[in-house]
């Protein structure tokens, strides 16, 4: 004979499956399947909370009880994981006919990258001098006065540092305004023959057409025995031609600098008007490259060389100038405005 506390429960669940099937049956989307789902075995539900609270019942109801109410809600949980599959594949399809490809429309093109021009014609002229058997050296961007200005022959009052519109940091550390610095690094380090070159960015307060506050450059440096100015005249030619082509002419002129005696402005001709004179030359059939000369023996004395078995030239070459001398760009503030328009014609 059952007990009346069993018989109640079971009534109960009778009762609440009876309605739980007549509210499914009405279920029109997840939103209302889960409202059910909440009210038959939510936290609050006659089920849960009889089974929360089984401890309550005597030990010999306690089974009973628990698989009366727990078979009613693996029922109810069964019937609502399946409403739950087919709700979420009506509303899967729904969205998916939403979303129509159009068949005709153009692709939308992935504009790959690529290398900055700058960054191409560095790689250029690298590859230029290292064929003719030089290395790369590099060096710190934040110099000391010594390694810009001293051991380059250019003391504290030489007229020659007005020049450089230099960024200085504190008393003695400065932003470098050129690569030389990493030349006399270099010599202290090694013993020649040395053969260099040495690309990096250098800065100094300048901002116009054809100035900015940081720009890149390139040096040489070749310390040997028995090296002359005719060495000098080959190197900077065979480059020059190189870049700018076999039917380009090069002219030095004499010229200053305090790290070089003799010091030269080498210069190409105008591919304008092959120095005939123009507006692009300045009428002049010539523009200005870079500048050059032997090494001052003064500077062979902050490295330990001895002057008198060895001697070398340098040379050094803004790489904006050159491209802009090479794809005739007007405006050296256009590579760094990265202006897509601009970049994507190299």
């Avoid at 692709?107 to 700058?118: A, L």
């Avoid at 059939?285 to 078995?309: C, F, Q, R, S, T």
Wanted: proline share 5%.
């Amino acid at each position: 004979m059952e007990n009346p506390i069993i018989d109640e429960i079971k009534d109960k669940i009778t009762r609440s499956l009876s309605s739980f099937f007549s509210e499914i049956e009405k279920a029109r989307g997840l939103e209302d399947l889960y409202t059910i789902k909440t009210k038959y075995i939510g936290a609050k539900s006659f089920i849960v909370t009889t089974l929360s609270n089984i401890k309550n019942f005597s030990p010999d109801l306690r089974p009973l009880i628990g698989k009366e109410v727990n078979s009613a809600k693996k029922q109810i949980e069964n019937i609502i994981d399946e409403k739950e599959k087919y709700f979420k594949n009506i509303q899967f399809e729904a969205e998916l006919s939403k979303e129509k490809i159009d068949l005709t429309l153009p692709g939308t093109k992935i504009i790959p990258g690529k290398k900055h021009i700058i960054s191409q014609v560095i790689e250029e002229i690298e590859n230029i001098f290292i064929e003719m058997g030089f290395t790369i050296a590099e060096g710190p961007e934040v110099e000391s006065e010594y390694y810009n200005f001293e051991a380059l022959n250019t003391p504290a009052d030489h007229p020659a540092r007005s020049l450089h519109d230099t960024f200085f940091i504190s008393k003695n550390l400065l932003l470098r305004t050129q690569t030389s610095p990493v030349q006399i690094r270099y010599m202290e380090k090694h013993k020649p023959p040395i053969y260099i070159i040495s690309p990096g960015k250098v800065y100094r307060r300048d901002y116009d057409i054809s100035h900015i506050p940081m720009f890149t450059q390139i040096e040489g440096l070749v310390v040997d025995k028995g090296i002359n100015f005719c060495n000098l005249k080959w190197t900077l030619e065979t480059f020059i031609h190189e870049v700018f082509g076999k039917d380009r002419k090069v002219r030095f002129r004499p010229h200053y600098f305090p790290f070089t005696e003799p010091s030269a402005e080498v210069d190409v001709s105008c591919n304008i008007c092959n120095t005939k004179g123009c507006r692009t030359c300045g009428w002049s059939g010539w523009l200005e490259i870079l500048g050059a000369g032997m090494v001052d023996p003064n500077l062979y004395k902050y490295v330990g060389y001895d002057e008198n078995l060895v001697s070398g030239f340098a040379f050094g070459m803004g790489i904006e100038r050159i491209c802009m001398l090479k794809y005739g760009i007007n405006d050296i503030r256009l590579f760094y405005e990265n202006d897509l328009r601009f970049i994507k014609q190299f």
